[in-house]
């Protein structure tokens, strides 16, 4: 028999780091799954990306079982990383707070290709180019 979905639920957490402390615990406690297991778990999976921040999709069914998804880290993580830069700009593509190279553009679109909503690495570059641009970001040609 399948189970029943009761559940989903969206979180960012630190690769390698998940606690049952907050932010986790407050968001899955009332879910009533078993917290120390989802952490271990989690932690497991995402030990060789330390020091990334990874999107994970949790599913919750009805017996308080649980699966969950990890998503590959947001653009603008990716892209501040490589960038060398502690946050994007305040006023978006008109103040430029560093830059990246066209090779840098494609590894972090080669990166985030499964998880965009496009085919080609090229009009995956597109799309993380736009994020550098409002971040203020720069991309030398």
Same mark, same amino acid.
């Given at each position: ?19 049952? #402390? ?14 120390q $297991?989802?952490?271990t778990?989690y ?7 330390? =020091? ?10 009805d ?11 947001? #653009? ?16 978006g ?8 190279? $066209? ?11 499964p ?7 090229e ?12 971040? =203020? ?5």
């Amino acid at each position: 028999m399948a189970k029943n979905v009761t559940k989903q639920i969206k979180l960012q957490i630190p690769a390698g780091k998940a606690t049952p #402390a907050p932010p986790v615990g407050t968001v899955l406690g009332p879910a009533g799954i078993n917290l120390q $297991e989802f952490c271990t778990k989690y932690n497991d999976a995402t030990r060789d990306k330390m =020091g990334d921040i990874l999107p994970v999709e949790i599913t919750i069914y009805d017996d308080r079982s649980f699966d969950f998804v990890i998503k590959t880290p947001p #653009a603008a993580f990716l892209i501040k990383k490589i960038a060398g830069v502690k946050a994007g700009s305040t006023k978006g593509s008109k103040e430029i707070v560093g830059s990246l190279t $066209e090779d840098q553009l494609r590894s972090i679109a080669e990166t985030k290709l499964p998880d965009l909503n496009c085919y080609t690495v090229e009009e995956a570059m597109k799309i993380v180019e736009g994020t550098a641009k409002n971040m =203020g970001i720069e991309i030398k040609r």
